[in-house]
Nanobody
């Protein structure tokens, strides 16, 4: 019943911007921390960003800090990732994930299908 559906990926030039969305359903969205995780071609999973349940706490990997902004709209059960100043190394499949328990757990029990982001000239 739980579903996480990412959208908004695509092809963008270096320096460009993209906004990813993740529509959540099948669970009570608001109490859970949410995350974005990515996987670049031929590489492992990399945690990108996390946001607390109320949206007041945000956390970022050093590789994206200052360029990406995570946010959420609990009324719409939607998670967002605003990506600015994109670099070729940001090319990856981006997944939204739900924390397994209330609060930050570093363990995710549900994943979206992923959306492809390609940064290339």
């Amino acid at each position: 019943q739980v579903q996480l559906v990412e959208s908004g990926g695509g092809l963008v030039q270096p320096g460009g911007s993209l906004r990813l969305s993740c529509a959540a359903s099948g669970f009570t969205f608001s109490p859970y921390w949410m995350n974005w995780v990515r996987q670049a071609p031929g590489k492992g999973l990399e945690w990108v960003s996390a946001i607390s349940s109320a949206g007041t706490g945000t956390y970022y990997a050093d590789s994206v800090k200052g360029r990406f902004t995570i946010s959420r709209d609990n009324a719409k059960n939607t998670l967002y990732l605003q990506m600015n100043s994109l670099k070729p190394e940001d090319t990856a499949v981006y997944y939204c994930t739900k924390d397994r328990t209330y609060g930050s757990s570093w363990s995710y029990d549900y994943w979206g299908q992923g959306t492809q982001v390609t940064v290339s000239s």
